[in-house]
């Protein structure tokens, strides 16, 4: 597609389920982000795909999320157990590469409840 | 650790020119980039720095000294659709990973 695409768009959950978040990443990019943003605040970043390389885990914040992705194309991350503190907006980026910037997706809402 | 800093909230006048800073504390650093974030929306890529100096893309324009750990983003013409929040970005490590500012809120008023 044109762009990256996240499903849900918006999710509510009870706490203590588990949940699965997609990205579909603009075809041809080699490189894949997740970070996660609170109301009214930056940017943290959870997890970086670049390629076949082993991913870079270290902002994953505990050991109940993990991400993966197949076939160098589309991502899962996956929150288990949820948390109230879980609640925010996911959003998933792909990137060529420095100079052209990373493109967005327009994020999950989690709501959980 | 990282860490950047920018001022929470800039008011200016539609037509006016406005400077919005940022400093940062990286280990590793490799390049600067600006990302604007209309409310609701998801972040759009403005500009990377990756040496000192200027770089225009129309009415905006970037700069980076990396001897200041510096650099601010410079709106020019200002139009009330310019109304957003906007983020300063570090590339550390791999060069890809970006760790962003806590944004600035750019309020455009009459």
């Known amino acids: 597609g044109a762009g990256v695409s996240q499903s849900p768009s918006n999710k509510v959950t009870e706490k203590g389920k588990d949940v699965e978040l997609r990205c579909d990443p603009i075809?041809?990019?080699?490189?894949l982000y997740w970070y996660r943003q609170s109301l009214g605040q930056g940017l943290e970043f959870l997890i970086y795909f670049q390629g076949n390389s082993a991913p870079d885990k270290s902002g994953l914040p505990s050991d109940r999320f993990s991400a993966e992705r197949t076939g160098g194309s589309v991502s899962t991350l996956t929150i288990q157990r949820t948390q109230q503190e879980d609640s925010a907006v996911y959003l998933c980026?792909?990137?060529?590469?420095?100079?052209?910037?990373?493109?967005f997706g327009s994020g999950t809402r989690l709501t959980v409840v | 650790g990282q860490s950047l800093e920018q001022p929470s909230e800039v008011t200016a006048v539609e037509g006016a020119i406005v400077q919005i800073n940022c400093t940062y504390q990286t280990s590793g650093f490799y390049g600067l980039s600006w990302y604007q974030q209309h409310d609701g929306g998801a972040p759009t890529f403005l500009s990377y720095n990756g040496l000192d100096g200027l770089e225009e893309t129309g009415r905006f324009s970037s700069f980076l000294s990396r001897s200041d750990s510096y650099g601010y983003l410079l709106l020019q013409e200002l139009q009330m659709k310019d109304s957003a929040s906007y983020f300063c970005?570090?590339?550390?490590?791999?060069?890809?990973?970006?760790?962003f500012g806590t944004g600035t809120r750019l309020q455009v008023t009459l």
């Open positions: 075809s041809g990019h080699t490189a």
């Open positions: 970005a570090s590339h550390t490590g791999t060069a890809s990973k970006l760790t």
């Open positions: 980026a792909s990137s060529l590469g420095l100079v052209d910037g990373y493109t």
